[in-house]
């Protein structure tokens, strides 16, 4: 079984930042594209963040354009989430995956991790 793993969540105060880490096999990070999801509580699993097998493809959600970015290091077979002015409404379980295509629906990817909490504090 594929494991995805997040690190770098936690408790921040509005307008602070966090830098999200996610690290899995090899062969995993080598041949998928990547992404970051969140889901808040009551709320449906939304994109946040994708990027492409060369890390020359990046996309971000709207609400999220400006404050955060998408990198990953496949030497290091991570991928980061790096977030900054975080709002309260940033809340949630970040959850990172992966998958063959480039794509904003999280049907589209066959790999994920368990999450990690992000709390935002007004």
């Known amino acids: 079984q594929v494991q995805l793993v997040e690190s770098g969540g936690g408790l921040v105060q509005a307008g602070g930042s966090l830098r999200l880490s996610c690290a899995g096999p090899g062969r995993i990070f080598s041949s998928n594209v990547m992404g970051w999801f969140r889901q808040a509580p009551g709320k449906e699993r939304e994109f946040v963040a994708i990027?492409?097998?060369?890390?020359?493809?990046?996309h971000h959600a709207d609400s999220v354009k400006g404050r955060f970015a998408i990198s990953r290091d496949n030497a290091k077979n991570t991928m980061y989430l790096v977030m900054n002015s975080l709002k309260p409404e940033d809340t949630a379980v970040y959850y990172c995956a992966a998958g063959m295509y480039l794509s904003t629906r999280r049907e589209s990817y066959a790999y994920w991790g368990q999450g990690t909490q992000v709390t935002v504090s007004s």
């Open positions: 990027i492409s097998r060369s890390g020359s493809d990046t």
